[in-house]
């Protein structure tokens, strides 16, 4: 059974810092690996989703890595800012399968 | 192009009602996702539908809770004889068919139930 576990389950930074988040998963027969943001009270905004076959995807500040034989996926966050804060969650979809499984997320908070 | 479509955003139901939640898929998606998320516990998978069949069900409880998407409509997600502890946020989320690479997914704003 695929668990997705994401540690520290909060972190606090002061603007500027650059960050980086971590994800890790049990079973590596992933098929992709979804990064998501989520702000209090509202939906899932999709940042970055890195097939099983890639090493990493980036967009703006954001850039994704995975390490599919380690079980591992990093989300880095260039030069934070406050608007940067935000529950982040990672996901896997399993090879074969149509779920995505969740971590609980990483509350972020960048303080001005 | 407009977003996965839910309503009602919020929705205050007693022990015993019905709950009915309501999903628009984003323009040309055929496939969607209900999603649960309790408090302090991640997302967790419930049904997988795609247009007039059920596809996955596995996460969804046995009982009380249904699931359909119709060939002309939204998605809704039934829940009877509510409970306290079906208190959350429902999310839905919609993708493209199979033919497309990426099945990447994207989410609604959610339908936040809270049972009194």
């Known amino acids: 059974k695929q668990e997705v576990t994401q540690i520290p389950a909060a972190l606090s930074v002061p603007e500027g810092e650059n960050l980086v988040l971590n994800c890790s998963f049990t079973?590596?027969?992933?098929?992709?690996l979804q990064w998501f943001r989520q702000d209090p009270g509202k939906g899932l905004t999709s940042l970055l989703l890195?097939?099983?076959?890639?090493r990493e995807q980036t967009s703006g500040r954001l850039n994704a890595s995975l390490d599919k034989s380690s079980g591992r996926s990093t989300l880095y966050i260039a030069a934070s800012q406050p608007g940067d804060s935000a529950t982040y969650l990672c996901?896997?979809?399993?090879?074969?399968?149509?779920?995505?499984?969740f971590g609980k997320g990483m509350k972020l908070t960048v303080n001005p | 192009n407009a977003g996965v479509m839910q309503n009602p955003r919020h929705l205050v139901r007693r022990r015993g009602q019905e709950a009915r939640l309501r999903c628009s898929p984003m323009?040309?998606?055929?496939?969607v996702y209900w999603y649960r998320q309790l408090p302090e516990e991640g997302l967790k998978f419930m049904v997988y539908?795609?247009?007039?069949?059920?596809?996955?069900e596995s996460g969804m409880p046995k009982e009380r809770f249904s699931a359909e998407f119709p060939k002309e409509g939204p998605s809704i997600l039934r829940i009877q004889q509510v409970v306290r502890g079906d208190s959350a946020a429902y999310f839905c989320?919609?993708?493209?068919?199979?033919?497309?690479?990426?099945?990447?997914?994207?989410f609604g704003e959610g339908s936040r139930l809270t049972v009194l």
């Open positions: 989320a919609s993708s493209p068919s199979r033919g497309t690479f990426t099945w990447e997914l994207f």
């Open positions: 079973d590596s027969a992933i098929y992709n």
């Open positions: 890195i097939q099983s076959s890639q």
């Open positions: 996901a896997v979809r399993q090879g074969g399968s149509e779920k995505l499984v």
């Open positions: 323009k040309g998606h055929s496939h």
């Open positions: 539908l795609q247009k007039e069949n059920i596809i996955d």
